[in-house]
């Protein structure tokens, strides 16, 4: 009776499997998108435990990157280093991170009848359905690498995600490795609650504090006691030094110094990205100078501090969809000589419907500079509104220009881009989208 059942669930899957490969093919024949979620989702209705099935077959084993920021950059480093070493790696490099685009990479990887060899899968997921998926996956390394606000219309606060995380990752067996990053205090807390085992990665480099707080701050409280949290300093949003004068908690002590560390693309955020794919691949076993040979060879992800030529001039596209990524793209910005910015914002389903988070972003530190901001998207006034409340009317030197129409905005901001500076594109994730597709002809969905 045992092995019927065995070969009913293997006849199930191998079928699920079979029709969701015809699927990717016709849609990509007919280049109707990526097929990157619907043929997860045709082969889940066949087989519902097919996640299940395909995660039990990965040799040695899953990683699993959650958090709201950086997890294709962090995921694509990490695949580069085991890539390096020669391991067949299965990953969701799309972005498609809820559980259709889930089962969609891992068949990616696998034989007509389901059968999966890789050594590693590395699976960024969506920070909100991370209880949802840890059981049927059972991840070796899960690694947490940020809790901020992101789609206000979708998710709750940082806190209550933190908690339904815990709660869920205390069940997995003892050797799972959990990577929180120490200077988040929430995640801190969460990685000093486990009984699994648990290195954290982290920041120590004093001389990238900032001035001051920004606007767009979380979690300053102790996730302890709930008194508030005296730091040293600040390295973005909630992340930074700190200790709680009532109760003690504090940071904890990263695995890796970061000051040996050199960083993968622009940004400070980028150094998170970097030191959290270290910390995993030294958690695999990975000899720390393929790691260090591995870094200085990566290419962005699309839309990720990417760079691109077009008609001769440099173009950085910089994704920005929430109030903390937006504030550490718009310091890529300010700490460079260009002068030209395109900002787009749009209101899709995949961005978020409430664009109220744009009154959390310091844009008055892009604005009080001057030069050039174009303005595009699907809610451009909006955009424009704030930036305008972000002068100072006395001695603005600001040269605003509005455009809905994403192409001229596009043309307008690379002719107003002297040919020795960069064009700063920063888009919400669906604008990314449509400015790649305009600017090299190619969709990516």
Request: glycine content about 6%; aromatic content about 6%; some cysteine.
């Amino acid at each position: 009776m045992g092995k019927d059942i065995q070969f009913a669930d293997k006849l199930r899957s191998g079928l699920a499997v079979s029709v969701a490969k015809s699927v990717t093919f016709f849609v990509r024949s007919l280049r109707l998108g990526a097929a990157s979620v619907l043929p997860g989702s045709i082969a889940r209705r066949i087989e519902p435990q097919l996640l299940t099935l395909l995660s039990q077959q990965v040799k040695s084993g899953i990683i699993l990157i959650a958090g709201t920021n950086g997890k294709t950059t962090t995921s694509l480093l990490l695949r580069s280093i085991l890539e390096r070493k020669g391991y067949r790696v299965a990953h969701n490099a799309t972005g498609a991170n809820l559980e259709n685009g889930l089962v969609t990479a891992l068949m990616e990887s696998a034989n007509s009848v389901g059968g999966l060899n890789v050594d590693y899968a590395i699976l960024e997921v969506d920070e909100n359905i991370v209880p949802k998926v840890l059981t049927p996956i059972q991840p070796k390394i899960i690694l947490c690498l940020n809790l901020f606000r992101d789609q206000l219309d979708r998710y709750g606060e940082v806190d209550s995600i933190s908690k339904r995380w815990t709660k869920v990752i205390s069940t997995l067996p003892a050797d799972t490795v959990v990577i929180p990053n120490a200077d988040d205090p929430t995640l801190c807390y969460l990685g000093q609650q486990l009984k699994q085992k648990v290195s954290f990665f982290g920041l120590s480099e004093p001389e990238q504090y900032l001035e001051k707080i920004q606007h767009a701050v979380d979690s300053i409280y102790c996730p302890r006691c709930g008194h508030s949290l005296d730091y040293q300093g600040v390295y973005l949003s909630h992340l930074g030094d700190f200790t709680c004068p009532s109760c003690g908690f504090s940071k904890s002590q990263p695995t890796l110094n970061s000051q040996e560390w050199e960083q993968v693309l622009v940004g400070l955020y980028n150094k998170y990205n970097t030191l959290a794919a270290a910390t995993a691949a030294v958690e695999l076993g990975i000899d720390e100078k393929t790691i260090h040979n591995t870094i200085p060879t990566f290419q962005a992800a699309f839309g990720r501090a990417e760079e691109l030529e077009i008609d001769g001039k440099r173009v950085r596209i910089l994704l920005s969809k929430n109030p903390v990524g937006t504030n550490e793209t718009i310091r890529v910005v300010t700490q460079s000589n260009d002068k030209t910015t395109l900002l787009v914002l749009n209101d899709r389903v995949q961005d978020g419907e409430d664009v109220s988070w744009i009154w959390d972003v310091d844009t008055e530190k892009l604005v009080e500079r001057g030069g050039t901001l174009v303005v595009s998207g699907d809610r451009v006034y909006d955009m424009a509104l704030r930036l305008r409340y972000s002068e100072n009317t006395a001695d603005s030197k600001l040269n605003l220009i509005i455009q809905q129409d994403l192409k001229q905005a596009i043309d307008i901001a690379l002719k107003n881009t002297p040919d020795d500076e960069t064009l700063h594109i920063l888009p919400t994730y669906t604008a990314m989208l449509d400015v790649r597709e305009i600017l090299t002809g190619k969709k990516i969905r």
